[in-house]
Nanobody, 120 residues
Framework: QVQLVESGGGLVQAGGSLRLSCAAS????????MGWFRQAPGKERDFVGA???????HYADSVKGRFTISRDNAKNTVYLQMNTLKPEDTAVYYC??????????????WGQGTQVTVSS
């Protein structure tokens, strides 16, 4: 069974940084589009960004210039580097994988989520 496992969440002060990781259980995901979403309490799940298997990236406007997605295909792992964090970035962050163009923001597989809390 396909698994995506996120790690790296936690509590950080505003202005700080965190790096999330997402490890995929199957090597086939080295050819997938990987994405990050987030869901704040009482809100819908929002797109954060995505990376194609060749390294192309696409970000939501709210995180452009602050967040960076990268991947290590040899390790089946994708990363979300979050800098200059704001309290409004507080959410559960989800990793996702799919085999669609990254601009479609469409994914078939999801991780369990990791909590990120930014204090003011």
């Amino acid at each position: 069974q396909v698994q995506l496992v996120e790690s790296g969440g936690g509590l950080v002060q505003a202005g700080g940084s965190l790096r999330l990781s997402c490890a995929a259980s199957e090597r086939s995901f080295s050819r997938s589009t990987m994405g990050w979403f987030r869901q704040a309490p009482g809100k819908e799940r929002d797109f954060v960004g995505a990376i194609s298997w060749t390294g192309g990236t696409h970000y939501a406007d709210s995180v452009k210039g602050r967040f960076t997605i990268s991947r290590d295909n040899a390790k089946n792992t994708v990363y979300l580097q979050m800098n200059t964090l704001k309290p409004e970035d507080t959410a559960v962050y989800y990793c996702a994988a799919g085999f669609y163009d990254l601009m479609r923001r469409t994914f078939d597989y999801w991780g369990q989520g990791t909590q990120v809390t930014v204090s003011s």
